[in-house]
T-cell receptor, first 111, second 113 residues
């Protein structure tokens, strides 16, 4: 059973556009939600993370929006650049335990 | 380099052989995770240590897999009697604690032929 459901599977965005990736979960015990960026042949890199006591967190061009009642969270990449082309994974954790990962979104930013 | 270090980066082995991977976490990170990732999929949890104690192990992990973290420092993951289905990227991550996130190494790519 997939603990974290991620969509879309792939995404193509024009340079300068906004990329939006969505995730949903069921386990209300989850209390930490990170996003990871992964380039081919590399390990996932922590991008940004949020706790459920806030509804939004912004770091540079990356923003997480969190809807606790809907059990959904999303990553927004503003002013998308070709260098952002990578696979993005959302994750969820019940602190002190393992991280559960989504299935990934392959983002392609077209120049 | 102060990141998570994994060795070797690549390993090709014949079916039935044993392999061992090493992970050196970020200094002073007390939590260490092993994940496995196949092409096009998200990381799949294998096991988790807090210091030297193995706190959680995936039910999907067969008895052929074992992990250790002596003295709460580096960790090793051993796969005995490898099978072709074990071919994957094995990822190690470390964390300083709750809400600090997990930092991954570059992974060890295992190919079983």
């Amino acid at each position: 059973q997939q603990q974290v459901k991620q969509s879309p599977q792939s995404l193509i965005v024009q340079k300068g556009g906004i990329s939006i990736i969505n995730c949903a979960y069921e386990n209300t015990a989850f209390d930490y939600f990170p996003w990871y960026q992964q380039f081919p042949g590399k390990g996932p890199a922590l991008l940004i993370a949020i706790r459920p006591d806030v509804s939004e967190k912004k770091e540079g061009r990356f923003t997480i929006s969190f809807n606790k009642s809907a059990k959904q969270f999303s990553l927004h990449i503003m002013d998308s650049q070709p260098g952002d082309s990578a696979t993005y994974f959302c994750a969820a954790q019940n602190t002190g335990n393992q991280f559960y990962f989504g299935t990934g979104t392959s983002l392609t930013v077209i120049p | 380099d102060t990141g998570v270090s994994q060795n070797p980066r690549h390993k090709i082995t014949k079916r039935g052989q044993n392999v061992t991977f090493r992970c050196d976490p970020i200094s002073e990170h007390n939590r260490l995770y092993w994940y496995r990732q196949t092409l096009g999929q998200g990381p799949e949890f294998l096991t988790y240590f807090q210091n030297e104690a193995q706190l959680e192990k995936s039910r999907l992990l067969s008895d052929r897999f074992s992990a250790e973290r002596p003295k709460g420092s580096f960790s090793t993951l051993e796969i005995q009697r490898t099978e072709q289905g074990d071919s994957a990227m094995y990822l190690c991550a470390s964390s300083a604690g709750d809400w600090f996130g997990a930092f991954f190494g570059q992974g060890t790519r295992l190919t079983v032929v």
